[in-house]
């Protein structure tokens, strides 16, 4: 039987599923609110990315057959790679509403309320390149507005003072189109219209996604005795949720859902700065004076604040210890985090492996520590430190190996990011040699 697989980090996509039910209302439908995981919007792409691929595994074995991604986050992350990684199955995304908006404009000044990470998304990017057309876009990120929503409900004071402070630089910018970017953000949809005024039409793109989810499903299902409704978070808080937000009297199911790759360790030609990844690793000397290539590379990405932050680490915590690692802010890089360990400066007759595989494996607790569930690694201490890349890549992915095998599931992902190719290539022979010996 055709049913269709409906998720979102939480109650967000309620807000789909609510259009969904005005049009067909017996549609068989699974609703998955990956609640112990919410927000999406705070979390890296990479782990919404593999997060998305586990749930529709889920969905695809609990009879699903069309997914819809109710979640504009996620669809920012994922919906490109899970059409890649599910190739036979169909999916419906949500795509911030700027081409309707863009058209519908007078003035061509049109707003759009997002999360962060629906921002920073390549899909975000190919949307406004195809349909913004010279309108004059004002993005405004709308961080804890989702949280709020989920945590507290749409009605409560803290909920409606946040939404108060995003509306007012798009009133004060002379818009008069909105865009709901998030899913969420339906479920404040009086309040909005009353901060906007009458003058400011407000597009919610929910309805558009319910009539794409019905047109691709045809009309090969039959009616289900009831929608059934799961959620990783707390059953009964959801299902207080649902009655509030839908209407709907119904007791959710709790599943767990499991990771289905363990920590994932890939190698990516390119710059460590622009990882979409929580933590970026950099080489440090004891003193955190960062004069190194990567270091440079973070400067000139955003990342200024790191050595202010790092003087501050070393005048709290003395000089950086060859096994211990320092945490900094990432500026305005993608990343969050960045992680400082001592590289090991290549000298005969010291231990440089040990030192290496020290550090690595310091940057590795420090990431698992701040929560931080990707990291990115450069080839450390194969750049001034003059360790011989081919050894130096070799001993980072054997100590990677092994402590992913040590903290089965701790992280997401591990990137092993190369410079140019040839580097590329270092860590890819490292990471195969690691394999082989079966670490
Ligand atoms: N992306 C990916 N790889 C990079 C980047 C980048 N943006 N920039 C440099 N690399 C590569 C280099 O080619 C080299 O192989 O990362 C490796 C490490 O280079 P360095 O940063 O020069 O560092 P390292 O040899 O580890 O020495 C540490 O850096 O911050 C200083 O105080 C620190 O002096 C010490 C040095």
Same mark, same amino acid.
């Given at each position: 039987?055709?049913?269709?697989?409906?998720?979102?980090?939480?109650?967000?996509?309620?807000?789909?599923?609510?259009?969904?039910?005005?049009?067909?209302?017996?549609?068989?439908?699974?609703?998955?609110?990956?609640?112990?995981?919410?927000?999406?919007?705070?979390?890296?792409?990479?782990?919404?990315?593999?997060?998305?691929?586990?749930?529709?595994?889920?969905?695809?074995?609990?009879?699903?057959?069309?997914?819809?991604?109710?979640?504009?986050?996620?669809?920012?992350?994922?919906?490109?790679?899970?059409?890649?990684?599910?190739?036979?199955?169909?999916?419906?995304?949500?795509?911030?509403?700027?081409?309707?908006?863009?058209?519908?404009?007078?003035?061509?000044?049109?707003?759009?309320?997002?999360?962060?990470?629906?921002?920073?998304?390549?899909?975000?990017?190919?949307?406004?390149?195809?349909?913004?057309?010279?309108?004059?876009?004002?993005?405004?990120?709308?961080?804890?507005?989702?949280?709020?929503?989920?945590?507290?409900?749409?009605?409560?004071?803290?909920?409606?003072?946040?939404?108060?402070?995003?509306?007012?630089?798009?009133?004060?910018?002379?818009?008069?189109?909105?865009?709901?970017?998030?899913?969420?953000?339906?479920?404040?949809?009086?309040?909005?219209?009353?901060?906007?005024?009458?003058?400011?039409?407000?597009?919610?793109?929910?309805?558009?996604?319910?009539?794409?989810?019905?047109?691709?499903?045809?009309?090969?299902?039959?009616?289900?005795?009831?929608?059934?409704?799961?959620?990783?978070?707390?059953?009964?808080?959801?299902?207080?949720?649902?009655?509030?937000?839908?209407?709907?009297?119904?007791?959710?199911?709790?599943?767990?859902?499991?990771?289905?790759?363990?920590?994932?360790?890939?190698?990516?030609?390119?710059?460590?700065?622009?990882?979409?990844?929580? +933590?970026?690793?950099? &080489?440090?000397?004891?003193?955190?004076?960062?004069?190194?290539? @990567? $270091? *440079? !590379? #973070?400067?000139? /990405? =955003?990342?200024?604040?790191?050595?202010?932050?790092?003087?501050?680490?070393?005048?709290?915590?003395?000089?950086?210890?060859?096994?211990?690692? +320092?945490?900094?802010? &990432?500026?305005?890089?993608?990343?969050?985090?960045?992680?400082? @360990? $001592? *590289? !090991? #400066?290549?000298? /005969? =007759?010291?231990?440089?492996?040990?030192?290496?595989?020290?550090?690595?494996?310091?940057?590795?607790?420090?990431?698992?520590?701040?929560?931080?569930?990707?990291?990115?690694?450069?080839?450390?201490?194969?750049?001034?430190?003059?360790?011989?890349?081919?050894?130096?890549?070799?001993?980072?992915?054997?100590?990677?190996?092994?402590?992913?095998?040590?903290?089965?599931?701790?992280?997401?992902?591990?990137?092993?990011?190369?410079?140019?190719?040839?580097?590329?290539?270092?860590?890819?022979?490292?990471?195969?040699?690691?394999?082989?010996?079966?670490?």
């Amino acid at each position: 039987m055709v049913a269709v697989g409906v998720f979102d980090s939480g109650v967000g996509g309620l807000s789909v599923l609510a259009e969904i039910r005005k049009l067909a209302p017996e549609l068989p439908v699974v609703y998955l609110a990956d609640q112990a995981w919410a927000p999406y919007g705070e979390r890296s792409l990479a782990a919404v990315r593999s997060r998305s691929v586990a749930i529709t595994e889920m969905l695809l074995g609990r009879g699903c057959d069309l997914i819809v991604v109710a979640c504009n986050s996620a669809s920012a992350a994922a919906l490109h790679h899970l059409r890649n990684t599910f190739p036979d199955n169909r999916f419906v995304g949500m795509e911030p509403a700027v081409k309707p908006a863009a058209s519908q404009t007078e003035r061509g000044v049109i707003g759009v309320l997002a999360t962060a990470a629906t921002f920073q998304g390549e899909l975000y990017a190919s949307v406004v390149d195809r349909h913004a057309n010279g309108t004059e876009i004002v993005e405004q990120a709308c961080p804890g507005l989702a949280d709020a929503i989920e945590r507290l409900g749409p009605e409560h004071t803290e909920t409606l003072s946040l939404l108060d402070r995003y509306m007012q630089p798009l009133t004060a910018a002379g818009i008069d189109t909105l865009v709901l970017g998030c899913t969420h953000y339906p479920f404040l949809m009086q309040a909005i219209e009353r901060l906007a005024g009458p003058l400011i039409r407000v597009i919610d793109p929910a309805p558009a996604v319910a009539r794409q989810t019905i047109r691709m499903l045809g009309d090969g299902w039959r009616p289900p005795a009831e929608p059934l409704f799961l959620t990783t978070g707390a059953p009964g808080t959801f299902g207080v949720q649902l009655e509030s937000l839908l209407g709907v009297i119904a007791q959710p199911e709790q599943v767990r859902v499991e990771m289905s790759h363990g920590t994932e360790i890939v190698v990516i030609t390119g710059d460590l700065t622009a990882q979409p990844v929580d +933590a970026i690793v950099n &080489a440090a000397n004891n003193r955190l004076q960062h004069g190194g290539g @990567v $270091a *440079g !590379a #973070i400067v000139r /990405a =955003g990342g200024r604040v790191i050595q202010e932050e790092s003087n501050a680490w070393v005048q709290e915590h003395g000089a950086l210890e060859p096994a211990g690692a +320092a945490v900094t802010t &990432a500026g305005s890089l993608p990343a969050d985090y960045v992680i400082h @360990v $001592a *590289g !090991a #400066i290549f000298t /005969a =007759g010291q231990d440089n492996e040990g030192l290496l595989r020290g550090a690595v494996a310091a940057a590795l607790d420090a990431t698992a520590g701040v929560g931080a569930e990707s990291v990115a690694f450069p080839a450390i201490s194969a750049g001034i430190y003059g360790y011989p890349i081919e050894e130096a890549t070799a001993v980072l992915a054997d100590e990677i190996v092994r402590w992913v095998g040590r903290h089965p599931g701790v992280l997401q992902e591990v990137r092993l990011v190369g410079y140019n190719a040839a580097a590329a290539a270092h860590m890819q022979n490292g990471l195969d040699g690691a394999r082989a010996a079966g670490n």
